[in-house]
C-alpha cells in the first residue's frame, strides 16, 4: 500500500529565510507520481508540481525548487528566500502506476505547516 | 469563471439532516472526485468516478453517497449527517491519463452540530 509522510507539522521561518519541506513515500510500484499542493490560508488546493518516477532530475520555478531521489524516497520542497505570502500548508501526494485499476488515486500526507514571518 | 466549483461553500447543519454538496466543472474532465480533509490527516478519498456510469468507493465511503448527473457535475451526499462528518470537503477533476493531475475545488466547510 502507499503511503506518504510529512514529518514536520509545523515549520516557523523569518522572511528570507530559505526554508525546506520534507516528504518521504512508500510504494511498491515501479511506476508512479508524486505532486505538491499549496493550501493557502483561504482554503483553496494549489497544484504547484508533478513529477513521475522516470524522472530524477530536479526542477526549479522561480524561488520553488524540487529535489526528488529515488533512493531514499523523498520528494522534498526548498523555497529559497522565503515570503510572508507562502505562508500555508503544504500537502505532497503519490499516485501509482498502471496496476491499480484504482486510477489516478492519490494519497496525500498529512501536511507541512509553514509560517513565515516577516 | 473558476474550473471547479462547489456549493454550498459553507454549511452548518444538525445530526440527522439529509445533505448535498455539489460539484461542478468545465474542464472537460472524465474523472471526479470527493475527498475531505481533517486537521493533520491530509485528505483521503471518499468516492470517485470515472465516467457517468462508474462510481466507486473510496478510503471512506461509509455514511456517504454520491451522484454522477452528467459529465461535469458530481455530488455528495450525507444521508444522516452526525458531528464526526465535520470538515473540510474537496471536489476534484482530473483527465483519464496515468498520474493525470488532480485540480482540486475551493472547498466546502461543512459542520454538523
Known amino acids: 500500500a502507499q503511503k506518504v509522510t510529512q514529518a514536520q507539522t509545523e515549520i516557523s521561518v523569518v522572511e528570507k529565510e530559505d526554508v525546506t519541506l520534507d516528504c518521504v513515500y512508500e510504494?511498491?510500484?515501479?511506476?508512479?507520481?508524486l505532486f505538491w499542493y499549496k493550501q493557502p490560508p483561504s482554503g483553496e488546493l494549489v497544484f504547484l508540481i508533478r513529477?513521475?518516477?522516470?524522472?530524477?532530475q530536479n526542477e526549479i520555478s522561480g524561488r520553488y525548487s524540487w529535489n526528488f531521489q529515488k533512493s531514499t524516497s523523498s520528494f522534498n520542497f526548498t523555497i529559497t528566500a522565503s515570503q510572508v505570502v507562502d505562508s500555508a500548508v503544504y500537502f505532497c501526494?503519490?499516485?501509482?502506476?498502471?496496476?491499480?485499476?484504482?486510477?489516478?488515486?492519490?494519497?496525500f500526507g498529512g501536511g507541512t505547516r509553514l509560517m513565515v514571518k516577516p | 469563471d473558476a474550473d471547479v466549483t462547489q456549493t454550498p461553500r459553507n454549511r452548518i447543519t444538525k445530526t440527522g439532516k439529509r445533505i448535498m454538496l455539489e460539484c461542478s466543472q468545465t474542464?472537460?474532465?472524465?474523472?471526479m472526485y470527493w475527498y475531505r480533509q481533517d486537521p493533520g490527516l491530509g485528505l483521503r478519498l471518499i468516492y470517485y468516478?470515472?465516467?457517468?456510469?462508474?462510481?466507486n468507493k473510496g478510503e471512506i465511503s461509509d455514511g456517504y453517497s454520491v451522484s454522477r448527473q452528467a459529465q461535469a457535475k458530481f455530488s455528495l451526499s450525507l444521508e444522516s449527517a452526525i458531528p464526526n462528518q465535520t470538515a473540510l470537503y474537496f471536489c476534484?477533476?482530473?483527465?483519464?491519463?496515468?498520474?493525470?493531475?488532480?485540480?482540486f475545488g475551493p472547498g466546502t466547510r461543512l459542520t454538523v452540530l
Open positions: 510504494t511498491r510500484d515501479t511506476t508512479y507520481y
Open positions: 468516478s470515472f465516467d457517468v456510469k462508474d462510481i
Open positions: 501526494a503519490l499516485s501509482e502506476g498502471p496496476y491499480n485499476n484504482a486510477g489516478n488515486m492519490l494519497t
Open positions: 476534484a477533476t482530473s483527465d483519464i491519463g496515468l498520474g493525470d493531475t488532480q485540480y
Open positions: 513529477r513521475n518516477s522516470f524522472d530524477e
Open positions: 474542464k472537460g474532465h472524465d474523472r
